[in-house]
C-alpha cells in the first residue's frame, strides 16, 4: 500500500511538471485567438501548424534559430576543450602557486556574471569585437564551475597509473588523450549539456555585443518579437516551442550519462 501511494504521488508531481509543456505545445497549435477564451481550452480542436510557418518564414526566427545553434556548438566544444584541459592540468599536473590559483578561481565564483560584463564589452569594444561571433563566444570559452568539476572526477584516476606511463616513454599530451581522456566520457557529456544550454539560453550577452538584427540570436529575436505580438498567445507559444525543443532532446538523449557524471566520482 505504502508502494502505491510513493507511486501515485511521484506521477502526480511529474505530471504537474510536464503539464505546462504539454500546454504549451497544444496551445501553439490553436488558431490565433483560440487561447483567450474563457475558459481556455486545454487541447486543439482544429490544429494548425500556422504559427510555426508564419515564425519560421517571414517571423525571422530560421535565422535566428540558426545562429543560436552555430554559436551553441562552437561554444560547447571550445568550452568542453578548454575546461577539460585545464582541470586535467589542476588535479594531475605540477606547477608553481597551483593550489593558490585554483582557490582564487573557486573564490571568483562568488562574483556574479553581470559584474563582469560592462568591463568586459569595454574590453571588447577596444579589440574591436563588438558585433562579431567572438565576441560572443569568449566569455563562453571556459568556465569555473567547468575547469572544478573536470578536476574533482581527474582526481580519482590513480596517480601510479599515470606515472606508469611516464616510465613508459608516454608524453603528457599522450597521457591525457589515450588514458585520462576515455575515463572523463561522463563528465564530459555533462559540461556538454551545461555548455550547450548555457549558450543556448544565454539573452543579456548577445543583447549586449550583437547591433545587428541579423545576428541576434533566438532568445533575443524571440523577445522582440514579443513586443510586437504581445497580444498573440499562440504565436509566442510557438515560439517557446522551437526555443524549448532542441534543449530538451538533448537533455533526454545524453541523460543517461549527464546523470551519471553528476552522481559518479571515481574511476571504473
Known amino acids: 500500500m505504502k508502494r502505491i501511494v510513493v507511486n501515485a504521488l511521484l506521477w502526480a508531481f511529474a505530471g504537474l511538471a510536464v503539464f505546462p509543456l504539454v500546454w504549451m505545445v497544444c496551445v ?3 488558431p490565433a485567438g483560440s487561447a483567450s477564451s474563457l475558459p481556455p481550452p486545454l487541447m486543439p480542436m482544429h490544429p494548425t501548424l500556422d504559427h510555426y510557418r508564419a515564425l519560421l ?3 525571422g526566427l530560421k535565422r ?3 545562429n543560436s545553434l552555430g554559436l551553441a556548438v562552437v561554444s560547447t566544444f571550445v568550452s ?4 577539460t584541459l585545464a582541470g586535467y592540468a589542476f588535479a594531475k599536473l605540477r606547477f608553481r602557486h597551483r593550489e593558490r590559483v585554483f582557490g582564487l578561481l573557486i573564490a571568483a565564483l562568488v562574483i556574479p556574471g553581470q559584474v563582469a560584463m560592462l568591463p568586459l564589452f569595454l574590453m571588447l569594444k577596444g579589440m574591436g569585437l ?10 563562453s570559452m571556459a568556465g569555473i564551475f567547468g575547469i572544478f568539476l573536470v578536476r574533482q572526477y581527474t582526481r580519482g584516476v590513480p596517480d601510479e597509473l599515470l606515472e606508469a606511463a611516464r616510465l613508459d616513454g608516454a608524453n603528457e599530451w599522450r597521457i591525457f588523450w589515450n588514458i585520462v581522456l576515455p575515463t572523463l566520457k561522463p563528465v564530459l557529456v555533462t559540461l556538454a549539456v551545461f555548455a550547450f544550454l548555457g549558450s543556448w539560453n544565454d539573452f543579456m550577452w548577445p543583447l549586449i555585443v550583437l547591433t545587428d538584427g541579423d545576428m541576434h540570436t533566438l532568445p533575443v ?7 510586437e505580438h504581445v497580444n498573440d498567445s499562440e504565436l509566442m507559444m510557438a515560439g ?3 526555443t524549448v525543443l532542441p534543449v530538451l532532446l538533448l537533455f533526454v538523449a545524453l541523460q543517461r550519462y ?4 553528476l552522481l559518479m566520482g571515481s574511476v571504473k
Open 258 to 261: 549527464y546523470m551519471q557524471g
Open 130 to 139: 563588438v558585433n562579431t561571433w567572438m565576441g560572443v563566444l569568449i566569455p
Open 80 to 83: 568542453v576543450s578548454f575546461n
Open 57 to 59: 518564414g517571414d517571423g
Open 240 to 242: 517557446a516551442v522551437i
Open 28 to 30: 501553439s497549435l490553436m
Open 64 to 66: 535566428a534559430f540558426v
Open 221 to 227: 529575436a524571440l523577445a522582440a518579437l514579443s513586443r
